[in-house]
Each structure stands twice: as C-alpha cells, then as structure tokens.
C-alpha cells in the first residue's frame, strides 16, 4: 500500500525558515514532487524531484528560496523553505509519479506565513 505522509508544517513569521518531510512507502517512483494550493487559487507545483536526485524543477515563485531533496536511505521528500512569505501560506502536498501524472498524494500539511 503506497502511503506519503507529510509533516513540518505550522506557523511561521516572514522570514522565517520551515522544513517539510514526506515520508514515503509501499512502492518506488521515478519523480517526487511538492505541491501547494492556497484558499481560493488552484493547486499549484513548487518542486519536483527525480528518484535519483538527478532532476529538479522549481516554480518560479520560489526558486533561490525553496530546495527540495530525496533521503533513499529514509525515504523521504523534504522542502527546505528560507525566506518564507506571506503569499507562501497555503497547504502543501507531497505527490509521486511513474508516468505522466501525479496520482499518488498525501494528506497536506498547513503552512501559515505571518506578516
């Protein structure tokens, strides 16, 4: 059974810096990505991440700001987020895929900028 289980995420003053953990198991994928969607906007994609640590992709909302990594020794996705605003408040989602589409997604954790 494939699970991704974010955590990390809280309350943060701008500024601040904030680490987000996805924890996954059950099977591997090719590409690990970060999502966030903030109330009233589409979700949108931050940063993705192939299995290999090859590849990675920012939205250029947060590039020079956001770094995400792939743990295979603990399986994990993080996003290490510096400088965080307050239009960065939104809930992230950690998601896998082998093919085309993300279709595999965690539960979201809340990330709340304060200004």
């Known amino acids: 059974q494939v699970q991704l289980v974010e955590s990390g995420g809280g309350l943060v003053q701008a500024g601040d810096s904030l680490r987000l953990s996805c924890a996954a198991s059950?099977?591997?994928?090719?590409?690990y990505g970060w999502f966030r969607q903030a109330p009233g906007r589409e979700r949108e994609i931050i940063a993705t991440?192939?299995?290999?640590?090859?590849?990675?992709v920012y939205a250029d909302s947060v590039n020079d700001r956001f770094t995400i990594s792939k743990d295979n020794v603990k399986n994990t996705v993080d996003l290490q987020m510096n400088s965080l605003k307050p239009e960065d408040t939104a809930v992230y989602y950690c998601?896998?895929?082998?093919?085309?589409?993300?279709?595999?997604w965690g539960q979201g954790t809340q990330v709340t900028v304060s200004s």
């Open positions: 998601a896998a895929r082998s093919k085309a589409v993300f279709d595999y």
């Open positions: 059950g099977r591997p994928f090719n590409t």
């Open positions: 991440i192939t299995w290999n640590n090859i590849s990675t």
